[in-house]
């Protein structure tokens, strides 16, 4: 799996425990800066070599992608930060956007996931204020990849349903 973009927060470090602990492969491409912590990374690798699997963070995305079966993106500014830094994130993260070229580099078989919201089109409020903006008609994730095929991001949201469903069943 490889995970483009802000891999600091939430997404990035649950798959990266996920994936060292399942014995998968994990990839972080994104600017060192974007990278999840040392300390986070440290017990991965340990959870990663026990398992079979492996943890790499690189800063060059295509070929942190090569070969990869999954390439997952989120959004590149968390719930509850400043609207004052989306303009750095986009300068930075620009070249981590997952688009037709990224997915090709990939295996031919590889899917796109992503958790949503996605800012992949102006067709939103907020897509369209984002676009008028910075003068930008996506972020993380191109239009044509998020509507592709390869693209399981709403088979991924219908699972979530029924995986919160699930928990709050066995919880009560």
Request: charged share 20%.
């Amino acid at each position: 799996m490889a995970y483009c973009g802000d891999a600091r927060f939430n997404m990035g470090n649950s798959l990266m425990v996920g994936c060292a602990k399942m014995g998968l492969d994990f990839v972080a491409c994104a600017p060192k800066e974007y990278w999840p912590s040392e300390e986070l990374t440290n017990t991965c690798k340990a959870l990663a070599k026990q398992s079979g699997g492996s943890i790499t963070q690189t800063e060059d995305i295509l070929s942190g992608v090569k070969d990869a079966d999954v390439i997952y993106t989120d959004v590149w500014v968390s719930m509850g930060e400043p609207m004052e830094v989306w303009e750095q994130r986009i300068k930075e993260l620009s070249p981590y956007q997952v688009n037709a070229k990224v997915m090709q580099a990939a295996k031919p078989s590889a899917i796109f996931m992503h958790c949503l919201p996605a800012f992949h089109d102006l067709n939103t409020t907020i897509g369209k204020e984002m676009g008028a903006r910075f003068h930008r008609d996506s972020m993380e994730v191109s239009d044509d990849v998020f509507s592709s095929p390869q693209s399981v991001v709403f088979d991924e949201a219908e699972n979530r349903m029924h995986t919160i469903k699930a928990v709050m069943l066995a919880t009560l």
